[in-house]
T-cell receptor, first 117, second 114 residues
Framework: AQKITQTQPGMFVQEKEAVTLDCTYD???????LFWYKQPSSGEMIFLIYQGSYDEQNATEGRYSLNFQKARKSANLVISASQLGDSAMYFCAMRGSLSSNTGKLIFGQGTTLQVKP | EAQVTQNPRYLITVTGKKLTVTCSQN?????MSWYRQDPGLGLRQIYY???????DKGDVPEGYKVSRKEKRNFPLILESPSPNQTSLYFC?????????????FGPGTRLTVL
């Protein structure tokens, strides 16, 4: 079975500092994708960053980077230079290979991040 | 602008009154899916479609129907809504159903069934 675990229900970070949101995953697939989404209080689900299981380099998108440690099955999100607008719920998600999946995203329970001024 | 649109954004209805939530994407995506999000239960897949005329059940399909007659549209139908279908609903799409492409989400539909 595939599973995503986010162990931090809530996090605080000071504005302009960096923060790491933890994510571990479990899968028997050889091919899979790991994703992070942001859900602000308004409710929409915003795609942030993707990491493929075969990618050797960590993914980066602007202030977001994904610290991918395949042997440890972790895919932590690092947000650099936090801004007030980063306050939101963050979800780690996984998508497995087509043969074992419906194409669905499997989500973790989320981490609420609050950025302090 | 590339996007997934859903309508309505908010809906309050009564038990048993049939409703449809529309979903449309303008990115020529083959794969589309519906999720519901509930406190404590997270996001769960309701139905998905790998391509036109190809739909299948997700994890929580009971009480829902879908159709995929055109590539861009994937409506969610509640034939006889019940209070336990009160939820936040998301439509999502991606180029295909494989692991190596992101799903883009619509803005969500907050449904309340009284």
């Amino acid at each position: 079975a595939q599973k995503i675990t986010q162990t931090q229900p809530g996090m605080f970070v000071q504005e302009k500092e960096a923060v790491t949101l933890d994510c571990t995953y479990d899968t028997s697939d050889q091919s899979y994708g790991l994703f992070w989404y942001k859900q602000p209080s308004s409710g929409e689900m915003i795609f942030l960053i993707y990491q493929g299981s075969y990618d050797e380099q960590n993914a980066t998108e602007g202030r977001y980077s994904l610290n991918f440690q395949k042997a440890r099955k972790s895919a932590n999100l690092v947000i650099s230079a936090s801004q007030l607008g980063d306050s939101a719920m963050y979800f780690c998600a996984m998508r497995g290979s087509l043969s074992s999946n419906t194409g669905k995203l499997i989500f973790g329970q989320g981490t609420t991040l609050q950025v302090k001024p | 602008e590339a996007q997934v649109t859903q309508n309505p954004r908010y809906l309050i209805t009564v038990t048993g009154k049939k409703l449809t939530v529309t979903c449309s994407q303008n990115m020529n995506h083959e794969y589309m899916s519906w999720y519901r999000q509930d406190p404590g239960l997270g996001l769960r897949q309701i139905y998905y479609s790998m391509n036109v005329e190809v739909t299948d059940k997700g994890d929580v399909p009971e009480g829902y129907k879908v159709s995929r007659k055109e590539k861009r549209n994937f409506p969610l139908i509640l034939e006889s809504p019940s209070p336990n279908q009160t939820s936040l609903y998301f439509c999502a799409s991606s180029f295909w159903g494989g692991y190596n492409n992101e799903q883009f989400f619509g803005p969500g539909t907050r449904l309340t069934v009284l």
